[in-house]
């Protein structure tokens, strides 16, 4: 193979798949020629969610650990991002107590229209909150279950006590402005296009396959080689990156946040998306991150029309329980979309439920309510004392 | 000196009461049901709404504090009736999901509620007369409501441990939380036991958060969260799903927490010449005045200990199902 067919191959340039990017692309050009503020809003907003859910997916879908500290990397990702673009003068007059390694860092070089600059200090960003998820990572990890769940809102609760303290860093609780709104189109659906990419062929990777598979069944997995904490971690670390680089477009897209932003409210609307998309399937995260982005913006407008603020967090907090109780697969499972599916549908022919059972990974998973197969057990095998499941 | 000292001590103390009074609701609905009720802090803010209401519409003190207790457990039911008997059984992270979920549904519905009766977001505590003010033991100075939490506290537990040991039903909550299936065959009425735990935990959480509010002097539809959270450690430290276990937990909590607020600025607080200018000054750079406000980092960082070195709490080493 040359290496551009290689390129191709690894990118799933297939005729559909090809159309569709072309439309994506053409939809894009069409809606930033058209000048319409508020949809181009709600689409780079869209691009964002879009960014958090498949990563989100990647760390807990995947492999059934259940993070709830990811708005923590995205915080994270945000306030890095944002001090690193700030520009020389405004970083003296904004954040004086700066120390002075830090204090002539300013990553806002243009090369024409392209803030390289910028571009650089989301990957930066990205990268130390990487390895922040190393570290936390490799210890939470070991964890299972609610626990993990439990420990990582801790780690959340951590990040933003830490946010409300280092003013000389972020201005604490004060709002922290001036941001360079460099944030468009392009580079949010960018990203987005290349964190589903990622996270699409980690599914198909044989580290992804580990990934499923010690969450379908540990000691299976375990007993034919597959360690618990190596394919969570990966999953983990990368699925970090991602949120970070969510924070900074988030941060140069509203240029102007406080650490509240970045709580618990964030996370169960994230939370909410990806089981409603079905955790563990990448196109699920797209389709369920479209689904909830649009009914919460319509419920919104309501709310704006009816002045009956907390309606819509109502609603959406229903419609999340009665995902559980009757859907618990979400739209998809963990299954993908293929074109196969689509033509089915468009055909007229029901498309396979997405539900337990399905599937190559018989015994349930991409429900939340598979059950653990150990549970299942007559006899649990003794625990390694690994991890407290 | 050891005035400061106990002083801080009567603090960690009468915050640790109000971490028992909510971990004990946490650890008996998770005993039986395996689910960690996130809403629970909720159901605590709920309870402080209910007070605030009451106390607005002129009802006297004991009367509020009926209706405050009464309408949380009515609350408390529903929420078990409704979101969580359906999911009964499902895996963990459904449960704790779920939970979450009930909780925003009741942070947007005081949300909206408060709204609807013209109330800002963040509304002043009518203090009851009776708890404001402060008591002087000695030296001591004690705020009225810290004396009234500590007492609650003792009083409400003692009567839990009674109920739970010496009648029928607390007999048979025992039975469930032990093995939920074998209690069913046995004849016990799993949703009734079950009911009766989500009645005594929004109980204790409405006690808790009327005296919550108290403390704090406004409430908002947001003060469950760090409680409950808090809670969440103080069961974690006394080994989950124990009742006892959550009650030290919750003292214990406590105390840990005023250590870091104990020791921000030790070095100011000390008598002059108490200690050497080395020895002041090292206390200085090692606790710095802003320290008190990492406390909630700190006590999180902790948790994570707990989890990973001892999960079964501080006394149990092993136990055959881990949590």
Redesign the interface.
């Known amino acids: 193979m040359t290496a551009p067919s290689r390129v191709r191959a690894w990118v799933g340039l297939r005729r559909p798949n090809l159309l569709l990017a072309t439309l994506v692309v053409v939809g894009l050009a069409l809606l930033d020629a058209s000048g319409l503020a508020f949809w181009q809003g709600l689409a780079i907003n869209l691009a964002i969610f879009l960014i958090l859910v498949v990563s989100l997916n990647l760390a807990s879908g995947f492999t059934g650990v259940f993070s709830l500290g990811h708005i923590g990397f995205m915080a994270l990702g945000a306030y890095i991002s944002a001090i690193l673009t700030l520009p020389l003068r405004e970083k003296a007059d904004y954040l004086p107590r700066l120390p002075a390694w830090l204090a002539g860092v300013h990553f806002d070089q243009l090369v024409g229209p392209l803030p390289v600059g910028w571009l650089a200090a989301t990957i930066l960003a990205g990268i130390l909150v990487a390895l922040l998820a190393l570290v936390v990572g490799s210890v939470l990890l070991r964890l299972s279950g609610h626990f993990v769940a439990v420990a990582t809102l801790g780690f959340l609760v951590i990040v933003r006590v830490v946010l409300f303290n280092a003013d000389d860093f972020t201005r604490g609780s004060r709002t922290f402005s001036n941001v360079t709104p460099y944030t468009n189109l392009w580079w949010a659906w960018g990203w987005a296009a290349l964190t589903v990419l990622v996270t699409w062929r980690l599914k198909h990777s044989a580290i992804g396959r580990e990934m499923f598979a010690q969450r379908a069944d540990r000691w299976a997995a375990q007993a034919v080689g597959v360690t618990i904490t190596r394919p969570r971690l990966v999953a983990f670390v990368v699925s970090a990156f991602f949120t970070a680089v969510a924070g900074s477009l988030y941060a140069h897209f509203i240029t102007s946040f406080s650490p509240t932003v970045f709580y618990f409210d964030l996370a169960f609307r994230v939370i909410t998306m990806l089981v409603v998309g079905g955790m563990g399937s990448v196109s699920g995260s797209v389709l369920g991150t479209m689904v909830v982005v649009a009914v919460a913006e319509a419920l919104r407008r309501i709310e704006d029309a009816t002045l009956l603020y907390g309606m819509s967090g109502i609603l959406l907090a229903v419609f999340f329980i009665l995902v559980i109780i009757f859907r618990p697969g979400g739209i998809m499972g963990q299954q993908e979309l293929s074109w196969a599916m689509v033509r089915g549908i468009l055909g007229g022919r029901r498309p396979a439920p997405a539900t337990a059972g399905s599937g190559p990974w018989a015994r349930d998973l991409g429900t939340l309510h598979g059950g653990s197969p150990a549970a299942e057990l007559p006899t649990p095998m003794p625990d390694d004392g690994f991890e407290p499941s | 000196m050891a005035l400061y000292v106990l002083q801080q001590i009567v603090n960690g103390v009468s915050a640790g009461s109000l971490y028992a009074l909510m971990a004990v609701g946490l650890a008996m609905i998770f005993g039986i049901l395996r689910l960690?009720n996130f809403a629970h802090g909720d159901i605590m803010m709920v309870a402080a709404y209910f007070a605030t209401f009451a106390l607005f519409a002129g009802l006297p003190l004991p009367a509020a504090v009926l209706v405050m207790t009464v309408g949380t457990i009515l609350v408390g039911l529903a929420m078990e009736r409704i979101?969580y008997r359906?999911?009964r059984g499902?895996?963990?992270?459904?449960?704790?999901?779920?939970s979450?979920?009930?909780g925003?549904?009741l942070?947007?519905?005081?949300?909206?509620t408060s709204?609807?009766a013209g109330q800002p977001i963040q509304i002043a505590f009518p203090a009851p007369p009776g708890l404001d003010g402060v008591v002087a033991l000695g030296s001591l100075t004690v705020p009225r409501v810290n004396v009234a939490s500590f007492g609650s506290g003792i009083v409400l537990l003692v009567l839990l441990s009674l109920f739970v040991t010496r009648t029928r039903l607390g007999l048979s909550m025992q039975a469930a939380a032990d093995d939920l299936t074998a209690a069913q065959l046995m004849g016990i009425r799993v949703n009734r036991v079950v009911a009766t735990a989500f009645v005594i935990a929004s109980g204790l959480a409405a006690v808790a958060g009327f005296l919550y509010a108290s403390q704090a002097g406004q409430i908002n539809p947001y003060l469950g969260?760090?409680p409950v959270?808090k809670a969440?450690i103080a069961a974690v430290i006394g080994g989950f799903g124990s009742l006892t276990g959550a009650v030290a937990g919750g003292y214990a909590l406590g105390l840990l927490e005023v250590i870091p607020t104990a020791l921000a600025g030790i070095a100011d607080i000390l008598p002059p010449g108490s200690v050497s200018p080395a020895v002041h000054d090292l206390l200085a750079t090692l606790f710095p005045a802003?320290l008190a406000?990492?406390r909630?980092?700190f006590v999180?960082?902790f948790?994570?200990l707990m989890?990973?070195f001892r999960?079964?709490g501080i006394l149990r080493a092993t136990r055959e199902e881990?949590?």
């Open positions: 960690i979101a359906p999911i499902a895996p963990d992270v459904a449960t704790l999901l779920t979450f979920a009930v925003q549904i942070e947007n519905g005081v949300l909206l709204r609807l969260f760090t959270l969440f802003g406000s990492y909630d980092a999180f960082v948790l994570i989890l990973l999960p079964n881990t949590p």
